[in-house]
């Protein structure tokens, strides 16, 4: 499966973004979801994941209650959409995908995106 994340940008401390996750070449929702995120100098870590029916998530407590995952498995998408940005939100994020695994351990997924970047500004 091929994943091309947009949506990222420039935005203050507080506000919001939404990103999402275009898949194709394969039966997208076979494939459990997740995002991840890579700030300057730091390991890729998890932010998020949904599974391939939508019916459970799963969050990296530092995002709990600020960000939210959904997918439309209509229009092979799943999306990221954040509220209340910190500072400490300014990475890189990459959605990855993954037939089998449904979880937060990045070395467990087969598809990756090219990544999006989001810099919260204050």
């Known amino acids: 499966v091929q994943l091309q994340a947009s949506g990222g940008g420039l935005v203050q401390a507080g506000g919001s973004l939404r990103l999402s996750c275009a898949a194709s070449?394969?039966?997208?929702?076979?494939?459990?979801m997740g995002w991840f995120r890579q700030a300057p100098g730091k390991e890729r870590e998890f932010v998020a994941a949904i599974s391939w029916s939508g019916s459970s998530t799963y969050y990296a407590d530092s995002v709990k209650g600020r960000f939210t995952i959904s997918r439309d498995n209509a229009k092979n998408a799943v999306y990221l959409q954040m509220n209340s940005l910190k500072l400490e939100d300014t990475a890189v994020y990459y959605c990855?995908?993954?037939?089998?695994?449904?979880?937060?351990?990045?070395?467990?997924?087969?598809?990756w995106g090219q990544g999006t970047l989001v810099t919260v500004s204050s």
């Open positions: 990855a995908a993954d037939s089998r695994y449904y979880g937060s351990s990045r070395e467990l997924y087969d598809y």
């Open positions: 070449g394969r039966t997208f929702s076979r494939f459990n």
